[in-house]
């Protein structure tokens, strides 16, 4: 029994989603369905805590505080309610387990984010464009090869 349940959880693996780490600020776009309409609705938090990382279901749960109210979502990350997750955000902490920021204020919890123009995929990438000298330098070089 336990090798058919792997086996439909690892099915469930798909879905490409990019490296997860808690202090991670991200944007869930979850499928909703709302009789026989469905809609997708975006969720934005940070990662709070990453449950069972190497088994077939990891859980993550991400927190956001809208109005003065902290809300949590505790989700499966290859969930097929999840159509995906885009990474805002990383920040730099030094705990995996985030549980004291709901004992927090919003304003006290200024982490510190890393730019995540690291992140950029090669192809999204604007390409450079190659510099031209400029126009005195042009000179020298070529009162250099006159000599």
């Known amino acids: 029994m336990k090798k058919k349940i792997i086996e439909f959880n690892l099915s469930q693996r798909n879905k490409k989603v990019p490296e997860l780490r808690s202090g991670d600020v991200i944007k869930i776009h979850r499928k909703i369905k709302e009789g026989s309409k469905e809609r997708i609705q975006v969720f ?23 109005l003065g109210v902290g809300v949590e979502l505790i989700l499966p ?33 200024r982490m510190k984010y ?17 510099v031209e ?3 005195e330098e042009k000179k020298e070089k070529e009162v250099k090869e006159a000599k």
């Open 114 to 130: 890393k730019d995540l123009s690291g992140f950029v995929k090669e192809d999204e990438a604007p390409a450079v464009e190659a």
């Open 44 to 66: 934005e938090g940070i990662i709070i805590a990453i449950k069972g990382r190497q088994s077939s279901s990891p859980m993550m749960t991400v927190r956001k505080v809208t």
């Open 77 to 109: 990350i290859f969930s097929p309610q999840i159509e995906k997750i885009e990474l805002v955000k990383r920040a730099k902490v030094r705990r995996a387990k985030l549980y004291y920021i709901r004992d927090k204020s919003t304003k006290s919890l």
């Open 133 to 135: 000298p400029k126009k």
